[in-house]
């Protein structure tokens, strides 16, 4: 086991350099000088108010003059401590603008699989015990709007349906329970349509098996077969698909956060781009990997534990 | 399911059934032998599939308006006329509503059917290009330019969805065309770890080594023996790929990073859409559904073509 989490580790390292790579390339792979983004250099390629001896000495002082190996040693170093610079714009630094909006789109996540689990695993085996009846297909109707529809319209078609014609739920903001329901859903759907089809072919599989018919034979209850036997399982390849979830609802935020309103990372990013304010675009850039990163490392060692046979292979 | 097909249950082994054939019929040998490529019984396979068939009949429909209407009725889908601004859906001179500069919904949802499939269509085709090509190059050379290419591929890893999209935006800027390309982009690495799956085993296969052993170029080999059997899974990724880029496509404009005012794209205008939601629902909901039936629409047909290729592959529903 501790070999098997030690070469999980060892793979997940080049691509965290790799996303390294990409967060620092992305300064100089954007047409013209990072300076000029940072001193506000006009579309005409005129320099507005910075005085040239003054643009020189901030490049001197930012390192940006060094050869470029060293500038990403720099940069790797430093990021590694904690530090990814000033953002331009908001003239604070990258990592307490970070920290500052982590909880709201945590948040988000944390309340997202949790739907995603309940109604994803509920509606995954209501199916598949009623496999081929008006409800299985209700529910693969349902499922596949989760994968057919974009989720900010639903996102939006929530926000219509609760807020603006029933008047239930607040429409956006971060804050308290009734404004985390409608984004988490809107977040979720995909997810519960993808762990529901996911189940439900899993349990089917499972319960067709012999030793099912044994536990049936035995005399034991319908629920103490499901639940005992066929869920143990049924339950693997789902729980994998779970934590991959995960990974990706910190995707989906981006668009979610915006339906929304709330001030979490994915908003910070959009702004972020749009206002090239590039040490932010970097910061996030690299800690949304290294998140997803540990994530699917986390996935990986889990789907170790459940399944032994994976250890080997 | 071969048995569906009364003839092609013969001709799947054509030196076995041909004396029997020839000698019960006694027809001439030639009629019968007119091979059926498996590509043809793919074929069969998928018309015989009604989801899929009405999947393809929608798209059809929706690429024949998209395609045809603003050309020979010539719409203009930035008309405006203040006058009308928010009308309600049901009107008799706009089917759909106005939006709030008075702009006719159907008429802007026909256009915005031709930026998404031509968007769709055009990153399917970078990121199977170049996927396939990175893909066949690292299966079939190996050593380090696989490695190097592969390590690249993996950068998928710690970009999910849309995240990869969002970053090459970054560095091309704002705007429909760097959308595509941002989309096309960050769908490579599906192609490409596909195509070096099927190459690696077909690299091994005996018709690949005969090729070899009778001195065909490397080029030969990859055109003319490895390609024609990738396609098959590259074809089954490309239709479902279309709906992913339509997705991301929609998502990254609603952002606000792709398609930009005043134009017709689906996602800017539910993004636009948005802001007068509370008096005028239809602007909030038209675009979206519109998007929704296509997707559906590609989706059943990816369905069906997966299944019609691989015919071994189980469908999810059974």
Known sequence: ?313 | MATLIPSSESLERPQAASPAAAASNSQPAITIHTSVSPWRRSWWRLRRNRLAMAGAFILICLSLVAFTVPTLLQINPYEQSLRDSLVSPGSAAHWLGTDHLGRDILIRLIDGARISLTIGFISVGIAVLMGGLMGLVAGYFGGRIETILMRLMDMQLAFPGILAALVIVTVLGNGLTQAMIAVGISSIPKYARVVRGVTLALKLSLFVEAAQCIGASDRRILLLHIVPNALGPVITLATMGLATAILSAASLSFLGLGAQPPTAEWGLMLSEGRKYMRVAWWLAVFPGLAIMLTVIAINLLGDGVRDALDPYHRSEKE
């Open chain 1, 1 to 313: 086991m501790l070999k098997f989490v030690a070469r999980r580790l060892a793979e997940a390292i080049p691509v965290l350099f790799l996303a390294s790579l990409i967060a620092f390339g992305l300064l100089y792979l954007i047409p013209g000088d990072p300076i000029d983004a940072m001193v506000g250099v006009s579309a005409a390629g005129e320099v507005g108010l910075a005085r040239p001896e003054i643009v020189a000495q901030i490049r001197q002082d930012l390192g940006l003059n060094d050869p470029l190996p060293v500038q990403y040693a720099r940069w790797v170093v430093n990021a590694l401590q904690g530090d990814f610079g000033k953002s331009y714009v908001q003239r604070r630094s990258v990592v307490s603008l970070l920290l500052e909006r982590l909880p709201s789109t945590v948040e988000l996540a944390v309340a997202s699989t949790l739907i995603v689990a309940l109604l994803g695993l509920g509606l995954g085996i209501i199916a598949a015990l009623k496999n081929n009846t008006l409800i299985d297909n209700l529910i693969l109707v349902i499922s596949l709007g989760g994968i057919s529809m974009p989720n900010f319209w639903f996102g939006i078609l929530l926000i219509l349906v609760f807020s603006v014609f029933l008047g239930l739920l607040p429409a956006t903001g971060s804050g308290g329970y009734e404004r985390l329901i409608l984004p988490a859903v809107a977040l979720g759907y995909e997810g519960i349509a993808l762990i529901t089809r996911l189940m439900r072919a899993s349990l089917l599989e499972v319960l067709g098996r012999e030793y099912i018919t044994t536990a049936h034979a035995k005399g034991l209850s319908t629920w103490v077969v499901i639940i005992r036997h066929a869920m143990r399982n049924a339950l693997i390849p789902v729980v994998t698909m779970l934590g991959l979830q995960f990974g990706r609802l910190l995707a989906g935020a981006v668009v979610i956060e915006t339906v929304f309103a709330r001030q979490g990372i994915g908003q910070l990013a959009i702004q972020a781009i749009n206002t090239k304010d590039f040490p932010l675009v970097q910061g996030i850039i690299f800690f949304s990997a290294a998140i997803f990163v540990l994530v699917n490392l986390l996935v990986d060692i889990s789907y170790g534990y459940l399944d032994p046979q994976l250890r080997i292979s």
